[in-house]
């Protein structure tokens, strides 16, 4: 747990969730490749740092900036501090989605068979709460 995560929680907050500011993320077009056929594929992965004020089993939902469902993931809470680990991937329909609302993307299968999100601005939500994620 970061310390800036601890100074911004507020423990009188009666949501059942409390997300953190997420790091900006740089955009790689290494995202789900190897060098070479004997190398491990490079993934991407950030953590996602929220507090839950019970133990249970939470959707985490990263939607485009038009609010489109792009990726969603289950992550078991604990009671407390939690992160949420992400490898920046979208489902086919996300990229379909993502690509409808504009038309100037491009977004090409890795060579782990992965689509990955291209530099924008995203929402990252676990429960009613959200937060932007940046891809430059």
């Known amino acids: 747990t970061k ?21 900006n993320v740089r955009h790689s077009r290494r995202w789900g ?22 133990e249970a089993k939470q959707a ?10 792009l990726q969603s993931f289950p992550v078991e809470a604990i009671k407390g501090f939690n992160y949420a680990n992400y490898d920046l991937s979208i489902t086919n329909s996300g990229k379909k989605a993502l690509m409808k609302e504009n038309t100037k993307l491009d977004i090409k299968k890795a060579q782990n068979e992965k689509y990955y999100l291209p530099k924008g601005i995203y929402t990252v939500q676990i429960g009613s709460i959200t937060k932007k994620l940046k891809i430059e």
């Open 3 to 23: 310390i800036s995560e601890l100074q911004s929680y507020n423990p009188n907050s009666t949501e059942a969730i409390t997300l953190f500011d997420i790091d």
């Open 33 to 54: 490749t190897a060098w070479n056929s004997w190398s491990e594929t490079y993934e991407p992965s950030i953590k996602i740092p929220f507090f839950s004020n019970a």
């Open 60 to 69: 985490v939902n990263i939607l485009s900036e038009d609010g489109t469902l």
